[in-house]
């Protein structure tokens, strides 16, 4: 049933790459434009020529459907493929589409250097930059995933893929006390949710959770899904938005759970972001005194942290995730397809949370991050994997030592003792999570200097690998630390008064330090005035 579509402007490599790839897989190859070229019996330039541009597309559309419906394969789709609604809803149906991205100015280049094909020449010559970059951008939004063509070579963009799409890994998490679950990630997994469930929990009553935006662009796969595997499934959709995550919410979603029928074997789906994640987690936690509970996290920020480990919660009015319980997932289920809907806020905020566990996880890791940097920003699928499995390993490290955050899983809050101040002063949702902890990161990177001694080094390290992952600077800092130093005190991580850091003398070497009043307004009246 599932296709591989590779889409991208010409010169991006669909045809090479195409070849190769199907041959790795051992599938047909199908080139779109070939395949009219075939049954029209001319070449493109003369069906434009004879029929126009609308004439070609009408022939495309129909082959297009008939090799959808034909047995998987690898398909290079044309240039123009994407721009027919009714093409991006047959690739969206029918498999995997694969953008292959190239630069503009690159891919002109490349049909540059293709002197002995006309068409593609007499093609480019055609397209406006502007409309070039309009293109561009569909290409993005017909996409579940994006592989950067640029300074790779055809087999390392077909290696790329036959990893991203063909290896599904499973990473496991061992908590003392509360077993051990696995982390299943993987492009396309949420689409064998319902069959990885009911082989591990058997074919329990399930409700899935998840929010207004993903049950717009991701409930129906899911849901699908499940009853595919057999599984009897309803679904609940909260608003989206940290205002969500409340006490009337999770009482709501239990009234859910119990109109449901679930009952003691029965099993909750959290679909969507941390949001979700913790409210239905908590609301799995107390049902019938604890209900299975399955996350599948579709934000890079759950993917690469909140999803594993556990903690789940509401907020109260007195302060975030005061009311909360340890509760660990049967299994998490991460789709990297999920993540292509994803706004760039949302992104920059999941890249955060990666620069933070490497940077607390070593020296390979940040240097690893350091180096695909460039391609995360562009949402490369292949970095973009590898980030979030190092971070997945990192945690699950950190939780296996430490379920209940008795000792070192406090190093997760680095960056966050100023980030949480920042976005309780700022406004949530005014200041986001991703920009108000790289902030902290940079702050607790130079109190490491002052307070522990670090070298300087590190601090630019910290700062180097923020913008190198492109995580946008606070607009405007808060004119106020005494504000901000009430707001760390609040914070149910502050222990009898003191104010607690974690600081980092290099990468993999944190501590945490409780920090006096006097230093830590020192520092931060120096900071809200630079
Ligand atoms: P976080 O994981 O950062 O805690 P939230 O649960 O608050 O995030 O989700 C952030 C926003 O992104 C919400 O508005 C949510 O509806 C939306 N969202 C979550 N997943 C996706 C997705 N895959 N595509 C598009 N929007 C999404
Ligand atoms: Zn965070």
């Not at 297009?64 to 027919?84: F, H, Q």
Request: some cysteine.
């Amino acid at each position: 049933m599932s296709h591989i579509y590779l889409i991208g402007f010409m010169g991006s490599g669909k045809s090479t790459v195409g070849f190769a790839l199907a041959a790795r897989l051992g599938r047909p190859f199908i080139d779109l434009d070939r395949l009219v070229e075939e049954r029209a019996g001319m070449p493109v330039s003369a069906i434009f020529d004879e029929r126009g541009e609308e004439g070609f597309r009408n022939i495309e559309e129909a082959l297009l459907a008939e090799v959808a419906s034909a047995r998987p394969a690898v398909v290079a789709c044309g240039g123009g493929t994407i721009l027919r609604d009714e093409n991006r809803r047959v690739l969206k149906k029918s498999g995997t589409a694969v953008y292959l991205m190239v630069t503009p100015e690159e891919a002109l280049a490349r049909i540059g250097d293709a002197a002995g094909r006309p068409l593609l020449a007499a093609d480019a010559a055609g397209m406006a930059p502007r409309i070039l970059e309009a293109r561009l951008s569909l290409y993005r939004a017909a996409a579940d995933i994006v592989v950067d063509t640029v300074g790779r070579t055809v087999d390392e963009v077909v290696e790329g893929l036959v990893t991203v799409l063909g290896d599904v890994q499973e990473i496991v998490v061992s908590t003392a006390g509360s077993g051990r679950y696995p982390v299943v990630l993987g492009c396309g997994v949420l689409r064998d949710l319902g069959a990885r469930m009911s082989a591990a929990l058997g074919q329990a009553k399930t409700v899935v959770a998840t929010d207004e935006n993903v049950a717009r662009l991701h409930l129906e796969t899911a849901m699908r899904s499940l009853a595919d595997a057999g599984v009897d499934a309803t679904s609940v959709v909260v608003p989206p938005g940290e205002s969500s995550k409340n006490w009337e919410t999770a009482g709501r979603l239990l009234d859910r759970f119990a109109e449901a029928g679930l009952d003691r074997r029965g099993c909750v789906v959290a679909l969507g972001g941390g949001v979700v994640g913790d409210l239905a987690g908590f609301a799995a936690a107390t049902y019938m005194r604890g209900v299975s509970l399955v996350q599948a996290p579709t934000t890079l920020l759950a993917q690469v942290d909140s999803s594993i480990g556990g903690k789940t919660g509401v907020d109260l009015r007195a302060g975030k995730n005061l009311a909360g319980a340890f509760w660990q997932p049967a299994m998490v289920v991460s789709d990297i397809a999920a993540l292509a809907t994803l706004p760039d806020a949302e992104w920059s905020n999941g890249l955060v949370e990666a620069a933070k566990s490497a940077l607390l996880a070593g020296e390979t890791q940040t240097a690893a991050l350091e180096k695909t940097a460039p391609r995360l920003v562009v949402r490369d699928a292949v970095a973009t994997r590898a980030a979030i499995e190092a971070s997945v390993r990192f945690k699950a490290d950190v939780v296996a030592a430490d379920a209940r955050e008795e000792g070192p899983r406090e190093c997760l809050n680095f960056g966050h003792t100023l980030g949480h101040a920042l976005e309780a002063v700022i406004g949530y949702g005014v200041v986001s999570h991703g920009v108000a902890v790289a902030e902290g990161m940079r702050f607790a990177a130079r109190l490491a200097e002052e307070i522990i001694g670090a070298p300087s080094s590190t601090t630019s390290r910290v700062a180097g690998l923020l913008d190198a992952l492109a995580v946008p600077r606070l607009a405007t800092r808060p004119s106020s630390a005494e504000e901000l130093m009430q707001a760390m005190r609040i914070d149910k991580k502050a222990r009898g008064g003191a104010v607690r850091f974690v600081l980092l003398r290099e990468p993999g070497e944190w501590v945490v330090v409780p920090v006096e009043g006097g230093a830590l307004r020192d520092a931060l009246e120096r900071w809200v005035d630079e």
